[in-house]
């Protein structure tokens, strides 16, 4: 998708950031009810096995694959290795807690950070800080490309010098595994997109309507999530009608809904690919007096605040982003040791509902709740 300088700048901003047997019938009876996901186990929503390939069709490894042996973790404590991470931004609790996962993961194996660098979603930043890092003469760098195509040449500079690549979330255009780099992690993309269709489809009657506020970029992530929610609708409620408006800021995502919204009175619901538009959607909603229910992708203070207290969002599913540092840190450690890594490696999705929310916190930011979602929780019906 070709994009204007300032839309290309929005798009780099915006990338920060299935009970399988539900038919119709079921739904339908359920789609007046308050709450149909009240009953419902959060487990039961997770995807059998992963669902999507990585970024080069290639099925998820197994996070045993870069588990460390005793002699291996001897021989890191050893050779004390040194870490580079080039982010695409600071910004978003994603890379605060993939940053952290690496870092921890790392101190326990006598190895070091040696710098962090945040281009703020800008890619010539990004392009300096890599060639930055290499200077540093790191072991390894971890790495999530703000532009797959733009930022694909420095890369490459990374295996030149000498130095081991562990990617997050994509793989630059053109890189091959395991030459210009040696593994790569993320969520299972497609499996959140199925855990919020499945979600979600248990508030849509019987021939009824979905809206999708799809990021109107070629962007490997959203995609996935994107292919995710359609497959799943397609295979287990092909009943149900499904109408896509597409966004390039999310910053106006808001607006974009609330448009969306107006020419599709038949809307019963709606899916878009991250906490943001999700926001927005929340928000056009109640600017038209509406009250139709919201299904993302991530868990963040705003909306899982609003699921808590049984808001229009419903259901959200996460990434463990602390977890996915703490296998980046292992793989790069590992293939350093002479081993191997997976090409992908894959963390299944974790469903995000009104009666796990707090849980579904812990897991995936290994802390505690927020005290606001906590005391919300607490006065709020069926929240825990």
Not at 99 to 105: A, N
Request: with cysteine.
């Amino acid at each position: 998708m070709k994009t204007t300088a300032t839309a290309a700048a929005i798009v780099l901003a915006a990338m920060a950031a299935v009970l399988t047997g539900c038919g119709s019938e079921s739904a339908a009876s359920s789609a007046g009810a308050e709450n149909p996901l009240a009953q419902v186990k959060a487990q039961e929503l997770v995807p059998q096995e992963i669902v999507g390939l990585g970024p080069n069709g290639v099925s998820s490894g197994h996070l045993d694959a870069v588990k460390l042996t005793d002699q291996e973790v001897n021989q890191a404590k050893q050779r004390k290795f040194r870490v580079g991470i080039v982010m695409q931004t600071m910004n978003i609790e994603w890379s605060t807690e993939q940053v952290r996962g690496i870092t921890e993961q790392l101190k326990k194996y006598d190895a070091e950070v040696v710098g962090v660098a945040d281009p703020n979603f800008d890619v010539q930043k990004q392009v300096s800080g890599i060639e930055n890092m290499i200077q540093l003469k790191p072991d390894a760098i971890i790495s999530i490309p703000v532009d797959d195509t733009a930022t694909a040449e420095a890369y490459r500079k990374i295996g030149a010098a000498g130095i081991k690549l562990i990617m997050m979330d994509n793989v630059p255009s053109g890189l091959k595994f395991p030459s210009d780099y040696q593994g790569m992690v993320s969520s299972d993309n497609q499996g959140n997109g199925a855990v919020c269709a499945e979600a979600l489809a248990k508030y849509i009657p019987q021939g009824g309507t979905v809206g999708v506020l799809d990021f109107g970029v070629d962007f490997f992530v959203t995609k996935e999530r994107m292919k995710g929610f359609v497959d799943w609708m397609k295979k287990n409620r092909p009943d149900i009608k499904i109408k896509v408006s597409e966004f390039l800021d999310p910053a106006t995502s808001g607006k974009d809904a609330g448009n969306f919204l107006t020419a599709n009175p038949d809307v019963q619901g709606m899916f878009t690919e991250w906490e943001v538009p999700a926001v927005g959607i929340d928000q056009a909603l109640r600017a038209q007096g509406k009250a139709i229910p919201i299904t993302a992708v991530n868990i963040a203070s705003d909306v899982a605040t609003d699921l808590a207290t049984g808001g229009n969002i419903k259901a959200l599913s996460a990434q463990v982003p602390y977890d996915q540092g703490m296998a980046e840190a292992d793989m790069a450690l590992k293939v350093l040791l002479g081993g191997s890594a997976p090409n992908w490696l894959a963390f299944p999705a974790v469903p995000v509902l009104q009666n796990n929310v707090l849980a579904a916190w812990k897991q995936v930011y290994h802390q505690d709740p927020p005290s606001q979602l906590t005391e919300t929780c607490k006065s709020t019906e069926g929240c825990r």
